[in-house]
């Protein structure tokens, strides 16, 4: 098993900033990718952006491209989400998850954490 805890949500003006963490801990040595997706009341689940967990290759949602970075520490088994710029749209529930290597699925998920962005 694979566990994931998220942090750094918050309320935050627009234009402003928030760097989101995803600590990874279990059998990590059965995942190859990390991601982030969101999710607002009443829409579908999107998939925000993604890093290699071995290497460096990322992908990013059109929406957030030239407004988000993502990141990862391996030696503290962090991934991060910098987002800038930050939309009243951007609000959402933000979900960490890992691929399994086995299933090529992301199996793993965290609790998710709450960024509100005012107007």
């Known amino acids: 098993q694979v566990q994931l805890v998220e942090s750094g949500g918050g309320l935050v003006q627009a234009g402003g900033s928030l760097r989101l963490s995803c600590v990874v801990s279990?059998?990590?040595?059965?995942?190859?990718?990390m991601a982030w997706f969101r999710q607002a009341p009443g829409k579908a689940r999107q998939f925000v952006a993604s890093?290699?967990?071995?290497?460096?290759?990322?992908y990013y949602g059109d929406f957030v491209k030239g407004r988000s970075t993502i990141s990862r520490d391996n030696a503290k088994n962090t991934v991060y989400l910098d987002l800038n710029s930050l939309k009243p749209e951007d609000t959402a529930l933000y979900y960490c998850?890992?691929?399994?290597?086995?299933?090529?699925?992301?199996?793993?998920w965290g609790q998710g954490t709450q960024v509100t962005v005012s107007a």
């Open positions: 279990g059998r990590t040595f059965s995942i190859d990718r």
């Open positions: 998850a890992a691929r399994s290597i086995s299933t090529n699925a992301y199996d793993y």
């Open positions: 890093i290699s967990w071995g290497g460096s290759s990322t």
